[in-house]
């Protein structure tokens, strides 16, 4: 973990004025104002504008005002970054927390940024209410009645688009879109204080987990909740991984329980396989981590030979699958839908053509060679589920059995940083990838405390300058250049993948 200190550590890190950390939180604070004040003329705003020619913000949306706040909620978040990797060496949680929250406040209390996807969101609940099943219809089956007029607000590559959501989220969608009563602010503002209080559960948990795991909280406290990919994608965006990812830390938090007889770590399974089938029914990535914790939660059970200890993870397994997909049944029992939720994955692909997925810059490359743009882009996504599959199958195996350690929290630390590289994995190799889906990883990486806890905040940093406050991603600007770097950097990869593996080998 990037902070090296104790989480018990009672030195405070309040400090005067002149304190490196108290500059750094404020200069952080600033960015967090400067985007925010970004966000009234160049936010994504419904459509039409109620407040267009509303006195002072008339002046920032029109004529030269949005790019102006663009340009300022760009230089906000530049502060924000460089304020959040200077204080990473706080060591109160506690101070970590408050400075994240007052890094969130402005973020909160100004329009949606970064994603139309929170009136996506809202459209896609009103076609549940309505009777429809979005897994069936996009928001265009939608023809009359209160909030017909929401669909103006949304992408149009969405209109026709089933959703991509579990049933769980669309249950909280459709209850909030019928609460609104056709006022789309109102739905909009309700989805965010969602994934607001989605948030603050993430922050109640992940230094508990850390702890458990035997990491610095305040480490895995300040890579999580203080990061400006977080900030801007879940407490701006509103994105629901905010609901996803607490679920998937309590399910993490259950696993590392499972210590004591047989009927104990089974029920412990149960709990975690529950919780990670909501966490699934949010958000179906999320069953990604499942098989992981499976591993988990059996190294909680003695074995004594190989084919036992392959009994107690049939054992573990069964239960934790079963509880997950009962709780699955379930949500889509309350959200009165049937299980189209299996094809949640594959549905952006069809509408996101960018080259921050591994194998659609492939398959964007070998377009360029011929004139069958869109097989090769078809072959290159396979080719990439198939690698995935591999991969994950790899990882798994790899920490299918503890290590030979009396104390279990290095073998979890090792199970977490295998989950994270799965769920980091899904991403870059699916059909589409977006820079919030790197938060996946931010749960069990928490918990891992290593040298690629470094990288991730790296490449959060990073990602955090990719989509503008309006929406736009500027990956569709840069598609030859980023098509080009993808190239390099799997090449690359693989090459040294085959080197190291050779080297293991002759060793």
């Known amino acids: 973990m990037v902070a090296v200190s104790s989480p018990s550590a009672t030195t405070t890190d309040v400090s005067p004025a002149h304190d490196p950390l108290t500059r750094a939180r404020w200069l952080g604070f600033g960015g967090s104002v400067l985007?925010?004040?970004?966000?009234?003329?160049?936010?994504?705003?419904?459509?039409?504008?109620?407040?267009?020619?509303?006195?002072?913000?008339?002046?920032?949306?029109?004529?030269?005002?949005?790019?102006?706040?663009?340009?300022?909620?760009?230089?906000?978040i530049g502060l924000l970054v460089f304020a959040w990797w200077r204080t990473r060496t706080a060591r109160e949680v506690s101070w970590v927390t408050r400075t994240a929250a007052l890094w969130a406040v402005p973020l909160a209390l100004a329009p949606p940024m970064f994603s139309r996807d929170l009136y996506i969101y809202a459209t896609q609940g009103l076609?549940?209410?309505?009777?429809?099943?979005?897994?069936?219809?996009?928001p265009s089956a939608i023809t009359d009645g209160p909030g017909v007029d929401w669909l103006t607000s949304i992408s149009p590559t969405w209109a026709d688009t089933p959703a991509p959501y579990g049933p769980l989220f669309l249950f909280f969608s459709s209850r909030i879109a019928e609460a609104a009563d056709g006022n789309l602010i109102v739905a909009v503002l309700a989805l965010r204080a969602l994934a607001v209080l989605g948030?603050?559960?993430?922050?109640?948990?992940?230094?508990?987990?850390?702890?458990a795991y035997g990491v610095p909280a305040a480490g895995a406290q300040w890579l999580v909740i203080a990061n400006p990919l977080l900030l801007t994608q879940l407490v701006s965006a509103g994105h629901n991984e905010a609901l996803m990812l607490p679920l998937l830390a309590a399910t993490l938090l259950v696993a590392v329980r499972a210590v004591g007889p047989t009927s104990r770590v089974l029920a412990v399974g149960a709990g975690a396989g529950a919780l990670a089938g909501?966490?699934?029914?949010?958000?179906?990535?999320?069953?990604?981590?499942?098989?992981?914790?499976?591993?988990?939660?059996?190294?909680?059970?003695?074995?004594?030979?190989?084919?036992?200890?392959?009994?107690?993870?049939?054992?573990?397994?069964?239960v934790a699958v079963g509880a997950a997909l009962l709780t699955l049944a379930a949500s889509c029992l309350v959200a009165g839908v049937g299980p189209g939720f299996v094809h949640a994955l594959s549905v952006t692909g069809?509408?996101?053509?960018?080259?921050?997925?591994?194998?659609?810059?492939?398959?964007?490359?070998?377009?360029?060679?011929?004139?069958?743009?869109?097989?090769?882009l078809e072959a290159?996504?396979?080719?990439?589920?198939?690698?995935?599959?591999?991969?994950?199958?790899?990882?798994?195996w790899r920490v299918r059995k503890p290590?030979?350690?009396p104390d279990a929290r290095p073998y979890g630390q090792r199970v977490l940083a295998a989950c994270a590289a799965a769920l980091v994995l899904v991403g870059v190799l699916g059909e589409a990838f977006h820079p919030w889906y790197l938060l996946w990883a931010a749960v069990p990486l928490a918990a891992v405390g290593?040298?690629?806890?470094t990288a991730y905040a790296v490449a959060s940093g990073a990602l955090c300058f990719l989509i503008l406050p309006d929406g736009y991603n500027l990956a569709r600007a840069t598609v030859v250049p980023g098509t080009i770097l993808v190239l390099v950097a799997t090449a690359s990869a693989i090459v040294y993948g085959v080197r190291r593996s050779r080297k293991e080998l002759l060793t």
């Not at 925010?36 to 008339?58: K, W």
């Not at 290593?450 to 806890?453: F, L, P």
Request: hydrophobic residues 60%; glycine residues 10%.
């Open 35 to 76: 985007i925010a004040v970004g966000g009234l003329g160049a936010g994504v705003l419904p459509r039409p504008d109620p407040l267009s020619d509303a006195p002072v913000l008339r002046i920032l949306r029109h004529g030269a005002g949005p790019g102006v706040c663009i340009a300022l909620a760009m230089v906000g």
């Open 127 to 138: 076609v549940l209410g309505q009777g429809f099943d979005p897994y069936d219809v996009g």
């Open 199 to 211: 948030v603050v559960a993430l922050a109640l948990l992940v230094p508990r987990l850390a702890t």
């Open 278 to 318: 909501l966490a699934a029914a949010v958000k179906l990535s999320a069953v990604v981590a499942l098989p992981f914790v499976v591993v988990l939660v059996a190294a909680g059970l003695p074995a004594a030979t190989e084919w036992r200890r392959w009994l107690r993870l049939v054992q573990v397994g069964a």
């Open 350 to 376: 069809g509408i996101s053509v960018q080259w921050t997925s591994i194998p659609t810059a492939w398959g964007l490359a070998a377009g360029w060679f011929t004139d069958r743009d869109d097989a090769m």
């Open 380 to 396: 290159a996504r396979l080719v990439g589920t198939a690698v995935a599959v591999v991969i994950l199958v790899v990882l798994w």
């Open 403 to 405: 290590a030979p350690t």
């Open 450 to 453: 290593n040298r690629w806890t």
